[in-house]
């Protein structure tokens, strides 16, 4: 079942990359290994820094295997 989760800020999309880390059952140091990148950088993403790279995040989504969707607001 997919489910659709509407990002507004950092905050979410480090919770959401937090909670799918944990539910797959991935620590901080297993998941920088995936995705070649420090335990630090995912550590301040998953607590909502703002300052992370977008490329950097994007690898983070994909070796958790999160889709990022846009859409325009208003649309749904």
Same mark, same amino acid.
């Given at each position: 079942? @997919? ?5 507004? /800020? ?9 909670? #799918?880390?944990?539910?797959? +059952?991935? /620590?901080? @140091?297993?998941?920088?290994?995936? $995705? +070649? !990148?420090?335990?630090? =950088?995912?550590?301040?993403? @998953? /607590?909502?820094?703002? #300052? $992370? +790279? =977008? ?5 983070? !989504?994909?070796? !958790? +295997? ?8 208003? @649309?749904?």
């Amino acid at each position: 079942m @997919e489910t659709s989760i509407t990002i507004r /800020n950092s905050k979410m999309l480090g919770q959401l990359i937090r909670d #799918t880390r944990k539910q797959q +059952g991935l /620590n901080l @140091e297993t998941l920088a290994g995936l $995705c +070649g !990148l420090s335990i630090r =950088f995912l550590s301040e993403l @998953e /607590n909502g820094r703002e #300052t $992370c +790279g =977008f490329g950097r995040v994007m690898r983070v !989504l994909d070796a !958790l +295997g999160i889709d990022l969707i846009a859409q325009p607001l208003g @649309e749904s």
